[in-house]
């Protein structure tokens, strides 16, 4: 297999715009999307990145892309494309001298074969471009391949010389119609792929700037939008503007592809066998609220006890031990220490006063009668209430185990007990939050989003709450991360909720729970594309909030995308209270864990290509190149002489055809494996 070498190209100096390729674009800098489109690549040996900006080196080394020095000669303004292209060629020949695994392939030898060039200020390039490029010169046989994209308003036959100010056509023509101008185009520069032989034999012609695109040059059309070149300032906002428009683009189709019952790509977990990754589809363009910057793995997910919630991390697992304690500190301590045995990320539990939550004659639910012995809510729930004090012991319990404390407050007064609970600790409600003169205690200054050094880690809204305007703003004044349920509502008032949180500034710690309001809820009606889609539409991190009985559930939501996952559970299903028969003993509670961390596991991590445990079986069972007869030295490779047998150790089946016209460099026996130093 031919060996082809992406080599970046970024100087530090530029008349127009310095140190273009490390401005920011989108909150990245402008070369991180070239390196990301280098790294998609399926058919790039290895990819080096030649500059001199010392900005750039460093961030291309955090990319994993291995750095060549430009010397200052091949850094001015007088330097050619191509020969900083044939230095970094060498340079990487010199270090790799061959045999090594290079993105998950063996190089054969020393040499390169061809050479992509792609300058590292451009941050917009056609999905899949590079490949197609690199597959093109291999059909074609011919001395470069370059990208190109149709002359519009800018066609020669509409540009004019001025002299003064009087215009003179540059063409005379009487064209008036877009559609009879001459078909034109323009080198886009998003890619250049060039030979090894038509790269160094520029050399012998130096005055001819365009000689190491060699005789044989041949295009790619793409669309003008497929490439944005930044030269000056205006082409950033150009190219954010293109970005945003391909991201809006793809949540349109994965809302069609939801809608018609597909299965979105790109939900595993980013990291890659072959050390690729796939563009960042959770950025601000896909959000609903742009102006709330609601990033997800560009600002970090949202950090709950030190863990990161986002797609593409470990699932955060939240027991919901609720009211179960019933109304027994004793009891919670127990349930603590089972969530932390069973695995759990978090312990969750309620704060309330009954007075202050139910009216004296407020009915309960039906679920609620079945298995309550009250007769109104604020008798079953002032059994279930728990002090400030309790609480306080249940956070040092949770702190000694190191499972992470969140709450459920029902009211603006909870909001303030949650503060209350955390004094002991020190803290104010979220890091960094100091009190603003003349403010009720519960309001902080919005400047936080990650909740260690308290006590409580998260605050959890209750579907029933999602339409209560005051506690949401007593829960996002807080500074805490945010977990909201969406059970029993609509459409709207999710949407009239999370706006309200984004107007708020609390976006960045918002995380949705996807939630069936029916106690226990039945497997078909747990509607788990609901977590996509509300995922697709909000962007922010979403999970499920599991009322059924069924220890698969948590797995399941995960293979669905879920981030997060709230189970309920009890350490005595048979006890009296609204939510023991629907609950999870702690025994199916490490059965719960323990399936969800194994389709974690199962999901992999979204590579297409192969994993180093096929590497065996892929050599004993492949095929390759085998010589069908002898063939003697200076010999013209012909079909006929040439076969495809196992092992696939050698020249895979698809570069048959590079083969045929090649000269055999030595003789080579009947049924022999070619290797590419056979021929020439």
């Known amino acids: 297999m031919m060996t082809v070498l992406g080599v970046i190209l970024a100087r ?53 892309i291995e750095v060549i020095d430009r010397p200052p000669e091949l850094a001015s303004d007088a330097a050619t494309v191509d020969a900083a292209a044939r230095h970094a060629v060498e340079e990487w020949e010199r270090r790799h001298p061959g045999g090594e695994e290079l993105k998950g392939s063996r190089v054969r030898g020393h040499r390169v074969d061809a050479v992509v060039l792609l300058y590292g200020n451009i941050p917009v390039r056609a999905e899949g471009l590079i490949d197609r490029a690199i597959e093109h010169l291999m059909q074609t046989g011919a001395d470069s391949v370059r990208s190109v994209a149709p002359v519009s308003k800018q066609h020669p036959d509409w540009v004019h010389r001025l002299e003064g100010d009087r215009m003179v056509q540059f063409r005379a023509n009487s064209i008036y119609r877009r559609q009879d101008l001459e078909s034109l185009y323009y080198h886009d520069g998003a890619i250049a792929v060039v030979t090894r032989a038509a790269l160094f034999g520029a050399v012998n012609t130096p005055d001819d700037h365009q000689s190491f695109l060699g005789r044989d040059r041949r295009a790619i059309v793409c669309k003008p939008e497929d490439a944005v070149d930044i030269d000056g300032a205006i082409d950033l906002y150009i190219a954010e503007g293109v970005l945003r428009g391909n991201a809006e683009t793809q949540k349109r189709r994965n809302a069609e592809i939801r809608r018609d019952g597909g299965t979105l790509l790109g939900q595993a977990p980013a990291r890659r066998h072959e050390g690729k990754r796939r563009s960042d589809e959770a950025t601000e363009a896909n959000c609903q609220f742009p102006m709330a910057n609601c990033q997800l793995e560009s600002e970090g997910g949202v950090r709950i006890g030190g863990r990161v919630i986002q797609p593409g991390a470990s699932v955060f697992i939240v027991a919901e031990a609720g009211v179960n304690h019933n109304g027994s500190v004793e009891t919670a301590l127990r349930m603590v220490d089972a969530a932390a045995e069973a695995g759990a990320d978090a312990v969750k539990f309620q704060v309330f006063r009954a007075t202050e939550l139910t009216t004296a004659e407020a009915a309960m639910a039906a679920y609620q009668r079945e298995h309550c012995g009250a007769k109104s809510q604020r008798e079953m729930l002032t059994k279930l209430e728990l002090t ?66 308290t006590s409580v880690a998260a605050i959890k809204i209750a579907s029933t709450d999602l339409t209560n305007g005051p506690l949401l703003d007593a829960a996002t004044a807080t500074g805490m991360p945010l977990i909201l349920s969406t059970g029993a509502s609509t459409a709207e008032e999710i949407s009239e909720a999370v706006e309200g949180i984004a107007r708020r500034g609390a976006i960045k710690r918002l995380i949705l729970l996807h939630c069936v309001s029916c106690y226990p809820t039945p497997i078909e009606a747990i509607n788990l594309r609901a977590i996509a889609a509300l995922q697709g539409e909000f962007g922010v991190p979403v999970g499920l909030s599991d009322h059924t009985t069924s220890v698969e559930m948590g797995g399941w939501a995960v293979a669905a995308g879920a981030c997060v996952l709230e189970k309920h559970f009890t350490l005595d299903r048979a006890a009296t209270g609204p939510d023991h028969a629907m609950s999870l003993t702690p025994e199916q509670l490490v059965e719960y864990v323990r399936k969800v961390r194994e389709v974690e596991a199962a999901l992999g991590d979204g590579t297409v290509g192969i994993t180093q445990i096929e590497e065996d079986v892929r050599a004993a069972a492949r095929k390759s190149v085998v010589s069908a007869v002898a063939i003697r030295r200076g010999t013209r490779l012909a079909r006929s002489m040439l076969t495809l047998k196992r092992p696939g150790t050698g020249i895979p089946p698809n570069d048959l055809a590079t083969l045929l016209g090649r000269e055999a460099a030595t003789d080579i026996p009947s049924d022999t494996l070619l290797s590419w130093d056979m021929v020439r």
């Not at 401005?23 to 800098?29: A, H, K, T």
């Open 12 to 64: 530090a100096g530029s008349k127009g715009l310095p140190d273009k390729c490390v401005r920011e674009l989108l909150g990245r800098p402008v070369i991180a999307y070239t390196f990301e489109h280098a790294r998609a690549s399926k058919l790039l040996t290895d990819v080096v990145f030649s500059t001199d900006s010392g900005p750039a080196k460093v961030i291309a080394r955090e990319a994993g």
């Open 388 to 453: 400030v004090g309790d609480f306080e012991r249940i956070a040092r319990r949770c702190e000694e185990l190191g499972i992470a404390l969140v709450i459920t407050p029902f009211g603006v007064e909870d909001a303030v007990r949650i503060e209350k609970i955390n004094a002991p600790f020190g803290q104010h409600v979220g890091t960094g939050g100091s009190r603003r003169a003349g403010t009720s205690g519960i309001e902080r200054q919005e400047h936080c989003s990650e909740s260690s050094g």
